[in-house]
């Protein structure tokens, strides 16, 4: 469903020299499967969820992206949503004086239309978001506010996964989507990604740790370290991870 | 000693249509306003008109109701495109509002230069409503003097829209006097000119008083909003709030002047004023000068003035979930613009004026 190939990008700087991030990553998700990329603070995991989505702060200079059979590397990030690309953001983003659902509602409509389907009605929508956002334990009032303002750092997270839950993405990268949660909303949380899980549904986990993959139970674990997949395994790997680190992995640097 | 400055045309035209006298000496002597005088020093007068054609036309007013009085404004203030309006434009149309009412006054001009001068009074206790609209057709230059009475306990809400008006000069000079205990809220929805400057000067009378002045502006390309406040507390215990937020788009230019003035006898004053200020484009424009001169010591005063460009990463975070990218910027700068418009406590009016905003920012993208 998704290929990463030889991908190799580098950050755009504003200033100064570019400097290279991901140094060839291949990766094979297919339809059905939640794989997670595990690796330090700095390995570029982040960096290719932005590269993923499309973000131009980034530049690729090698490799492809296939997404469907086609590839979407010199797609913009509306375009790529519309095929069906979801980043849960690691840090979402407040926009002030955007009411949620009028943000979400514009969102799915303008993917529809991307797609050549039919716009959602106000009342499906909102229908929709009732019991979306009940899954969650997500309030009516939580709804009215502007996209994410006022939010704790959990409470952000869990409005991502409500998003996901009302765009029904055919691809999800979840970005750090653990971190800021504390035990309850981790299982709240994963809770919401499980019920997307679905046999024409990738998933792509990016994560520090390994508590939150317990919940999801990815069916393939990737290690990243230097802007490489260093190692591949199934679930077990994770559990290795934490329990030894990824100190053996700082050789990859070199 | 000066010499005196070499005439427009349009300026010799001008000074040709008034009685000899200071006005017309003055005018003859330096001319309009221009970049180096400093209260205009963005907003250049002089050069807009001088490339606008020399003939004299006409203002309209198109009015809700009939106005109460004509008669010659008298007591203009110092300001010169003020005299000018009350000199050129006739008999003033007097209004004396009554209470529950709401007054639409449209100020328009299709050719050439026009002046016209209003006067609106709400007396003692009145509460009311005045909606004024300003258009210019291009080429044409609307000049006009309003001034405002508004006694104890009224209480007036002032509604100001200020069409775009390509190649065309507008010039809007209000004085206002704020009586003790009386209350007045303005609020502006400005889209510019090749230069529009809408000048509020209001005497503030504190003891109870209060005045709230907001301001919603976006100016596109060729357009220019200049919009300059001065606010005059000469007595004791009054409150001023202020809040202006404008977006200039690719070669728009807006300006704000915001001055707080506190007399030596408005003690107990509680003024606030803050502009915010939208870039969209590297080749887009704001300046702004918000200032304070307080000569009493038991006052409570802030200013705040912040320009910025648009926030990249609610940008991104919104493509990603699959809105455009004029889209997502039409939809940011909506949502900066509504705050000032939000404060309008009519339901009807505020809608109005958010379609309006939005029908602009869907023209601009």
Same mark, same amino acid.
Do not use: K, W
């Given at each position: 469903m998704l290929e990463i190939k030889n991908l190799h990008a580098r950050v755009n700087p504003e200033e100064g020299e570019a400097l290279a991030i991901l140094k060839g990553v291949d990766l094979k998700v297919p339809a059905g499967e939640v794989h997670a990329i595990m690796g330090p603070n700095g390995c570029g995991k982040s960096t290719l969820s932005y590269v993923l989505a499309g973000?131009?702060?980034?530049? *690729?200079t090698d490799g492809a992206l296939v997404f469907e059979g086609a590839?979407?590397?010199?797609?913009a990030p509306e375009e790529r949503a519309a095929r069906g690309l979801f980043l849960s953001f690691q840090y979402p983003v407040e926009i002030p004086g955007v009411p949620t659902l009028t943000f979400l509602k514009e969102a799915a409509n303008a993917q529809r239309r991307a797609r050549g389907e039919a716009e959602v009605s106000a009342p499906d929508f909102i229908k929709l978001a009732r019991e979306n956002a009940a899954k969650l334990g997500i309030s009516s009032e939580m709804l009215k506010r502007? *996209?994410?303002?006022?939010?704790?750092g959990g409470e952000k997270k869990r409005m991502e996964i409500f998003q996901a839950l009302m765009l029904a993405p055919k691809f999800l990268i979840l970005d750090e989507?653990?971190?800021?949660?504390d035990i309850d909303a981790l299982k709240v949380v994963a809770e919401g990604v499980n019920a997307l899980r679905s046999p024409d549904r990738g998933m792509l986990v990016i994560t520090h740790y390994q508590r939150l993959l317990d919940y999801l139970k990815p069916d393939v674990v990737h290690v990243m370290a230097a802007g490489r997949i260093v190692e591949t395994g199934g679930p077990d790997l994770a559990l290795t991870l934490e329990s030894q680190g990824y100190e053996k992995y700082a050789g990859a640097a070199a | 000693m000066t010499l005196p400055v070499k005439l427009s045309a349009f300026e010799a035209a001008l000074a040709e249509q008034l009685p000899a006298g200071d006005l017309r000496a003055e005018l003859e002597g330096r001319g309009l306003p221009h970049r180096r005088v400093e209260d205009w020093k963005w907003s250049d007068l002089r050069t807009a008109l001088a490339r606008l054609p020399a003939e004299a036309g006409e203002l309209t007013l198109t009015m809700s109701r009939a106005p109460d009085a004509r008669r010659p404004l008298m007591?203009? $203030?110092?300001q010169i495109m003020a005299r000018l309006a009350a000199a050129l434009g006739g008999q003033a149309q007097v209004y004396d509002l009554h209470n529950g009412e709401t007054v639409t006054l449209d100020a328009s001009v299709a050719a050439g230069a026009g002046h016209g001068a209003v006067v609106v009074r709400a007396r003692d206790g009145v509460h009311a409503v005045v909606r004024e609209r300003y258009s210019a057709a291009p080429g044409a230059m609307l000049n006009l003097n309003v001034h405002y009475a508004i006694s104890p306990r009224a209480h007036l809400t002032r509604i100001i829209e200020q069409d775009a008006s390509p190649d065309a000069v507008i010039v809007v000079t209000t004085t206002m006097?704020?009586?003790?205990r009386a209350h007045a809220a303005q609020t502006t929805l400005g889209f510019g000119a090749k230069l529009a400057r809408l000048e509020t000067n209001i005497s503030h009378g504190g003891q109870g008083a209060s005045l709230e002045m907001n301001g919603a502006y976006l100016v596109g390309e060729g357009l220019h909003l200049d919009q300059t406040g001065i606010v005059r507390?000469?007595? $004791?215990?009054g409150t001023t709030r202020e809040l202006f937020k404008g977006a200039a788009a690719h070669g728009g230019r807006g300006v704000f002047q915001g001055k707080i003035h506190v007399e030596?006898?408005?003690?107990k004053t509680d003024a606030k004023m803050n502009h915010r200020g939208l +870039? +969209?484009?590297?080749?887009s424009e704001i300046d702004a000068k918000p200032e304070l001169e307080i000569y009493a010591d038991d006052v409570v005063c802030a200013h705040g003035n912040a320009l910025g460009a648009m926030d990249a990463a609610a940008l991104f975070y919104m493509r990603q979930r699959g809105l455009s990218e004029p889209r997502a910027r039409a939809l940011l700068t909506r949502s900066f613009l509504a705050e000032p418009l939000e404060r309008l406590s009519d339901e009807a009016v505020r809608e109005a004026l958010m379609a309006r905003l939005q029908t602009a920012l869907e023209g601009m993208s």
């Open positions: 973000h131009d702060g980034y530049e *690729v590839d979407i590397g010199a797609l502007p *996209v994410n303002v006022g939010f704790s989507t653990d971190s800021g949660l | 007591g203009a $203030p110092d006097d704020l009586s003790q507390h000469t007595g $004791p215990g030596r006898a408005a003690q +870039l +969209l484009d590297g080749r």
